[in-house]
């Protein structure tokens, strides 16, 4: 295989689209958010667009028994009301430095193929803890976008993400500038121990008044509910342990 081998699925006219990036991450919420907005869209949306690599790791994915190569897929979604979509998915990053950079290049090509000139990187920024409110931090390619997404709820933190934004959602803002690109990415606070529909719905709610489209969240209200008894599950499991260490009398005896 080539660098990058992109497969044409089907062609769509959209109208001034709105790239938006969704690939694993940090609790997954970068994937979460898209899979949500497909799901939410499914009748809207249409795959236009494969792109394989061998910067993806070497897999297949199986359902019902029939394979299919490991890829990133971008779907076209034209919405009756609010911005058309272009969503980009999949189910893995790049292996190394040189891939991302290739692979975030590819979907930019594709994000001006299609007429974008806007860009949404959407993923998770790790607390180390488990939260109750979900704040969404965000971080653009140009200063003149911090007001309006400030004005969406978005935080600018001063050094934050500490160590700066790695993968896909990073370059989409770095290079996505370098080539005229109106860039933003939208990350929601998660603990980064576990995938997180909460972080996802935060970052989504966002983007909703952003993109003025309407999402019902029932679906992802529901794997929020499964991960809160998850959670759970370990918090009684974590108390356990600590109640199950001996205590300095627990090892006295007498001999």
């Known amino acids: 295989m080539d660098e990058l081998d992109i497969e044409t ?25 898209v899979d949500h907005l497909l799901e939410e869209l499914e009748g809207e949306s249409t795959l236009v667009r494969r ?21 990133a897929e971008l779907f076209a979604v034209s919405t009756a009301d609010g911005r058309d979509l272009l969503l980009l998915t999949g189910d893995h ?34 607390t180390g803890e488990l939260i109750d409110e979900y704040a969404v931090v965000g971080a653009v390619s140009d200063e003149s976008l911090v007001d309006e997404l400030e004005g969406a709820g978005v935080e600018f933190r001063e050094n934050e993400p500490a160590g700066g934004i790695v993968g896909v ?29 909460k972080s996802a719905r935060a970052v989504l709610e966002v983007l909703e008044e952003q993109l003025e489209i309407d999402l019902e969240y ?24 600590q109640m199950d260490v001996p205590t300095d009398d627990d090892l006295r005896y007498i001999g």
Not at 115 to 124: D, F, I
Not at 218 to 241: F, N, P, T
Request: hydrophobic fraction near 40%; glycine fraction near 12%.
């Open 93 to 126: 990053q790049a292996q190394t430095n040189e891939g991302h950079y290739v692979l975030t290049s590819a979907f930019l090509d594709l994000a001006e193929e299609f007429g974008a000139t806007e860009v949404y990187a959407l993923g998770g920024v790790p």
């Open 218 to 241: 029932e679906s992802l209200d529901e794997r929020a509910d499964e991960m809160e008894d998850v959670i759970g599950k370990i918090q009684e499991m974590e108390q356990q342990q």
């Open 169 to 197: 959602s990073g370059l989409l803002l770095g290079l996505g500038e370098r080539r005229g690109f109106e860039a933003a990415c939208l990350m929601g606070e998660t603990s980064g121990y576990l995938v997180d529909p």
């Open 51 to 71: 792109v394989y690599s061998p910067e993806f790791p070497p897999q297949v994915t199986v359902e019902n028994g029939v394979s299919e190569l490991t890829c």
């Open 9 to 33: 699925v089907a062609e769509v006219d959209l109208d001034d689209p709105v790239l938006v990036e969704g690939l694993p991450g940090v609790g997954h919420v970068g994937k979460l958010a």
